[in-house]
């Protein structure tokens, strides 16, 4: 049973254009939600973060959107960058010593 | 910040040999770190929670006679997989949690070591 989806495997933008990446859970005990930028053979980048009770959070170029009646939340980045190119999780906690739960990940592609 | 170091990067064993990965919590005591592993264009998948002090947590599905999990400190925790095969090659990961005042930190505590590639000849 996946709790966290990424149901999109990958996503091409134009340089300068608006990325967004969509996630969807099904865990409604989930206390925040954070999106990571991964490279191959590398550790996951923490990008930025949302605490359920909030609906929307932006640091810099990166908000993130948070739908919990629909169990929805997505990532936005505007404007895009070649540097952008990179696999982006999803990924889903809750309070206390427990691990974080990832989507798929989905592979963006930014175009100069 | 804290920060989470794991060796080797990356190794190439034989098969039918034992490979140990480390990951140590370089300015913070760690007494929980979680092991997760990436095949090729696949997701992190939780492998086992490492508890310092006692037996780790095995996801179902994983061999907990094939990766052995050792956390006999606070700064350290040990994943050995033992009698490799090829299939065993993937991208190994560990992460470990801050306990003091997480919430209070954007990534809420949780970071990440920089991965293992093994590759199982």
């Known amino acids: 049973d996946q709790q966290v989806k990424q149901n999109s495997p990958s996503l091409s933008v134009q340089e300068g254009r608006i990325s967004i990446l969509n996630c969807d859970y099904t865990?409604?005990?989930?206390?925040?939600f954070l999106w990571y930028k991964k490279y191959p053979a590398e550790g996951p980048t923490f990008l930025i973060s949302?605490?359920?009770?909030?609906d929307k959070n932006e640091d810099g170029r990166f908000t993130v959107f948070l739908n919990k009646s629909a169990k929805h939340l997505s990532l936005h980045i505007v404007p895009s960058q070649p540097g952008d190119s990179a696999v982006y999780f999803c990924?889903?906690?809750?309070?206390?010593?427990?691990?974080?739960?990832f989507g798929k990940g989905t592979r963006l592609s930014v175009i100069a | 910040g804290a920060v989470v170091s794991q060796h080797p990067s990356r190794v190439i064993c034989k098969s039918g040999t034992s490979v140990k990965i480390e990951c140590r919590s370089l300015d913070f005591q760690a007494t929980t770190m979680f092991w997760y592993r990436q095949f090729p264009k696949q997701s992190l998948m939780l492998m086992a929670t490492?508890?310092?002090?006692?037996?780790?947590?095995?996801e179902q599905g994983v061999e907990k006679d094939k990766f052995l999990i050792n956390h006999a400190s606070l700064t350290l925790s040990t994943l050995t997989v033992t009698s490799a095969h090829p299939e065993d090659s993937s991208f190994y990961i560990c992460s470990a949690k801050l306990q003091d005042r997480p919430l209070d930190l954007f990534n809420y505590g949780y970071t990440f070591g920089s991965g293992t590639r093994l590759t199982v000849v």
């Open positions: 990924a889903a906690g809750n309070s206390g010593n427990t691990p974080l739960v």
């Open positions: 490492s508890n310092e002090g006692s037996k780790a947590t095995y």
């Open positions: 865990n409604s005990m989930f206390d925040y």
């Open positions: 949302i605490s359920s009770i909030k």
